[in-house]
């Protein structure tokens, strides 16, 4: 059974933010006064094809602390779902 990983990185709240403070910068220029800050990450799905949900999710957390986040910057989350 396939299914698909929700994968949300963000940089840690300790690091600069420096993509999110340009368009934060950008949306004051343009008036939007009210925005008190903007933070930047990345999304990505990912399809696992497992018969086991567990399993599926074992191997997003892998991927994601391998290849698709920088454990030393980055958090993650991720949701699992099912592919109907």
């Known amino acids: 059974m396939p299914y698909t990983a929700k994968i949300k990185v963000t ?3 300790s690091i600069l933010d420096v993509q999110g403070k340009a368009v934060e910068h950008a949306l004051k220029n343009l008036g939007y006064g009210t925005v ?9 799905e990912v399809t696992i094809n497992e018969e086991e949900q567990l399993q599926a999710e074992r191997i997003a957390n892998e991927i994601s602390q391998k290849l698709l986040s920088n454990p030393v910057m980055e958090n993650y989350s ?6 109907k």
């Open 36 to 44: 008190e800050s903007v933070r930047i990450g990345k999304y990505i």
């Open 78 to 83: 991720l949701e699992l779902e099912l592919v």
């Open 11 to 13: 940089l840690r709240r």
